[in-house]
């Protein structure tokens, strides 16, 4: 479960961080 938050988070900041 743990780590499948965290790839979550992963992709949500990294998608955050294409659009700035």
């Known amino acids: 479960m743990s780590v ?3 790839q979550h ?3 949500s ?3 955050c ?3 700035g």
Do not use: E, H, P, T
Request: no cysteine; charged share 15%.
């Open 4 to 6: 499948v938050r965290s």
């Open 9 to 11: 988070f992963r992709i």
């Open 13 to 15: 900041y990294n998608y």
């Open 17 to 19: 961080f294409s659009l």
